[in-house]
């Protein structure tokens, strides 16, 4: 029995992947971790697996392209290793169907992991509070269905045209290989090579899924005719491979229609699947050659890609990039900081605040400074939540007080979204930005269409143009990102920049400055309707020729190339460019300023808000009875301290980059603390603040998932329940989040926010 087990093919073929093919295995094992949550689950990674949304909603029919994803990556994988292992047992080209035998027993890490995805999904989903069991059945059926569709029509293919020994020797075999044009001489000398090393089968799993000993007289059966029937195997499956790859690229053409944005996971997986499929199709022309064409083509590419040909920016709509770049210099830094420049810009500032004043019911109002924080689709949905939550509040009057919006990524798409239904409200008086819908139009997914056009087009080379205001732009999976979103919100927020320009000078609604990082020099980029150069530098230019300038004025700056023209989407993009999920966008200037999501200098707006106090303190001082500041808060501000266990080798590795990441949120909190303090001590106004904070302690004691904080217990829960930082949510995440408003410490402070407006 020993013997039987330890020489059956299935038992081979895995040690035989653990020692030559790694690789794929790793690929396996990451699909593993993913769907355990031991992979990603910050950034929600698994739950995309877990809860793929497809024509956004979360369905059989996601579940269903789930399988087929799935389907078709396992069939790369047994696909791959056939072609590059497949000879290594002649005992298979004398039985029928021979590459159906190999798929059976080289099922291992396949039905591990379909195993414990389908356990995992119907976990999750189960605590997803669904209707009923019914609707995690159709889940189940879809997957199931999608996996055995896709099986059934790769198996028919291979049916119709790979054939065993005994059919491909009957009588036509030299009709059929002369009519192949491919010449295949180098693959005949590797099949010969690799006779040598044979592996060493007992026995093997028949498709009646019972062991069944290999015939003893192979020995007799011709060499050359049986590596033939490889042949002519591996070529059908080269061939249905590169179909399949053409296949998937050539979607790309059609990857705005919503029928052909899958789920972002099902995008992620057929990308393993062409990664997979094209080392097969490399191994079976170059074999032995294949490590080093590879190590090659990395090296050729890797030098070729700072060519302008496969490294074409990525642009910000609207702006004109024909034109003369604009020169990107310290010398024109502060030629635009001149001091009458910055006077000009700040009389024109003190004229909206006069603006907004004579809109004001009272003598001496008190002005709101709203800061929201960034983190993504989570970040938007909860700035919306509160700001409707304060308008509802204060019986539609809190956003007349709002002056100024500061803040960065997911936190300003989402104020950006409802600055733009009160300004429509003002014309429309049907129209209510309290209105629950608004809720989930933001909530919408937003990541399928970028994973998708990652894969069919960003990966490659980028060739597709669209127009906006009469330019042609290049289609990247940012602008993918933008329309997506202008989808979901349903266009109100698809106007160029320059549309603010009056709303903003009347005081109607609040400025709201974009501030993406410049990478370059790490400058802020003011993105406005209105001039701002007085956020880029001291008014008393104390420092002299040493101070460096803080921020760059967009307008100004990119004046000769359509500033005004810019589409607000893409600044609001600019703004929260995820590292690799969204590109950075490269400007039209000599050299190219490139920009980055604003979390990375100011996740929280903070300073940008004191840094307008400052330059109009006595304006405020004199017209106002102080500032109330809001600051929506994408976390806890106050945490409790983790215990930590020991950590492992590996995690030492990790423990700076990490230290780094864990604690930019407390670096940039602390920072602000110690802003505001000093701010409150020395501002000539009262200055107040409030916060709304994303916390799940209370939701985690609410739903009792706590019963007592142990050592790390607390945290372990908080975790748990934390939604991910994504442009995806699932349902339950959304409705943690709008759940959140209601809670003890969030309603004390809209408390405290009305009587400090209304008192």
Known sequence: MWQKVAFSFPVQLILLHLRKNLLMVALWALLVAIVLGGFGKVLGIPYLFLDPEYLNQVSWLGFFVMGVGLAIFTMAFHMTTYIMEGSRFKFLAILQRPFLHYCLNNGFFPMIFYTIYIIAFIVFQSQNELDSNWEIFKFVLGFVGGSFITYLLLFLYFQSTNKDFFLLFADTVDKRLKKTKIPRANVMNRYKEGQKHEGEVGWYLGTDFRLKMTRPDLARFDRGKLLRVFDQNHLNLFIIQTALIIGMIGIGLFKEVSWFQFPAAVSAVLLM???????????????????????????????????????????????????????????????????????????????????????????????????????????????????????????????????????????????????????????????????????????????????????????????????????????????????????????????????????????????????????????????????????????????????????????????????????????????????????????????????????????????????????????????????????????????????????????????????????????????????????????????????????????????ALLVEATEGGLQQELEKERASLNWRLTAREKKAILENFDSRQNQMALSEFVELLYP
Not at 334 to 348: A, C, F, R
Not at 522 to 547: C, D, N, Q, W
Not at 584 to 595: D, K
Not at 620 to 635: H, K, P
């Open 273 to 703: 699947a062409i990664i997979t499929m094209l080392l097969g199709a490399v191994s079976f022309w170059l074999r032995g050659w294949t490590t080093t064409f590879l190590i090659a083509s990395l090296i050729l590419f890797n030098y070729f890609s700072k060519t302008s040909f496969f490294n074409r920016p990525h642009a910000a709509y609207g702006l004109d990039y024909d034109t003369a770049p604009a020169p990107y210099n310290l010398e024109r830094i502060y030629q635009l900081l001149h001091p009458d420049t910055i006077e000009k810009d700040m009389g024109n500032t003190l004229e909206i605040l006069n603006h907004w004043k004579e809109r004001q019911q009272e003598e001496k109002p008190k002005m709101v400074i709203l800061s929201t924080s960034g983190g993504g689709q989570r970040a938007a949905l909860w700035t919306l939540r509160a700001m409707q939550g304060m308008q509802k509040a204060t019986q539609g009057r809190f956003f007349e007080r709002c002056q100024l919006i500061t803040g960065a990524s997911g936190g300003m798409i989402g104020a950006a979204f409802f600055r733009e239904l009160y300004l429509q409200s003002l014309e429309d008086p049907n129209l209510d930005p309290m209105d629950e819908k608004f809720l989930h139009q933001i909530a919408s997914d937003n990541l399928n269409p970028i994973i998708f056009t990652l894969l069919v087009n960003d990966l490659f080379i980028r060739s597709q143009y669209f127009e906006y205001g009469g330019r042609k732009y290049l289609k990247d999976r940012g602008g993918a990102f933008e329309n997506q979103l202008n989808r979901n919100i349903k266009g109100v927020l698809d106007k160029p920049l320059l549309e603010y320009w009056q709303p903003e000078f009347e005081g109607k609604i609040p400025l709201m400055p974009i501030t993406p990082l410049v990478i370059n020099d790490a400058r802020k980029l003011f993105i406005s309707p209105h001039s701002m150069s007085y956020m880029g530098i001291s008014l008393s230019r104390a420092g002299g020729v040493t101070e460096k300038s803080q921020a760059i004025d967009f307008i100004r700056f990119f004046g000769h190339q359509d500033a005004q023209n810019l589409r607000f989407l893409s600044a609001l993009r600019m703004g929260a460019s995820f590292p690799f999920i969204t590109p950075n966008i490269s400007l039209p200037s000599a050299p190219p300023m490139e920009t980055m999501d604003t979390g990375l200098a100011d996740n929280f707006g903070i300073q940008d808000a004191f840094r307008f106090m400052h330059v109009f303190k006595e304006w405020i001082a004199a017209n106002t009875s102080g500032v109330v500041l809001v600051a929506i808060r994408d976390s806890e501000k106050i945490t409790e301290i983790e215990h930590k266990a020991p950590p492992t080798l590996f995690q030492k590795m990790m423990i700076p980059l990490q230290n780094i990441y864990r604690n930019w949120d407390h670096v940039q909190t602390l920072n602000n603390e110690t802003l505001f303090h000093y701010m409150h001590e020395n501002l000539p106004f009262a200055l107040h603040r409030v916060e709304f904070e994303y916390t799940t302690k209370e939701m985690v004691g609410r739903r």
